[in-house]
């Protein structure tokens, strides 16, 4: 008994670490431009608030983007696009496909010191929503052990 233990103790640390290594983004459903997406969005856009100053939201979100969502595949192409912009106390992370479909918009806005809104826009077909939006949360507050982490220059 003991080995079988070892046996699934070994299976599970490999699963883990191969799913560490292919981190897997869907390319669909995404919408042709940004209006369409914000219009044709989950709930006219999923919105948390956190406990964080946006620009350090928005560095530990683009951080996870660019380790976790950004990828190149065989078949598709997913690209992170971002824009912080101090003088409005605001920034903007895009996924998009290699076409430029827009499959998500992250808003990260300053609503008070140390504090953030996020509005997450993700196309109405988009399944899981909501747990989306949580792993989001997660990744804006640098949570997210798998894609939070610092990559080297």
Request: aromatic share 12%; glycine share 6%; with cysteine.
């Amino acid at each position: 008994m003991k080995n079988y233990s070892k046996i699934l103790f070994l299976l599970f640390i490999s699963f883990y670490i191969s799913g560490c290594q292919s981190n897997q983004f869907v390319t669909t459903p995404n919408l042709p431009t940004e209006a369409t997406l914000v219009a044709d969005s989950v709930g006219n856009g999923l919105e948390a608030e956190l406990n964080i100053d946006y620009v350090t939201a928005f560095k530990n979100l683009r951080m996870a983007y660019n380790q976790c969502v950004a990828f190149t595949g065989e078949k598709d192409f997913v690209f992170t696009d971002n824009k912080l912009e101090k003088d409005l106390e605001m920034g903007t992370i895009f996924a998009r496909t290699e076409g430029g479909a827009y499959l998500s918009k992250t808003l990260i806005e300053s609503v008070a010191k140390d504090k953030t809104r996020m509005t997450l826009f993700l196309p109405s077909r988009y399944k899981f929503a909501q747990a989306r939006l949580k792993l989001d949360v997660k990744r804006a507050l640098g949570q997210d052990p798998l894609c939070n982490v610092a990559q080297a220059l």
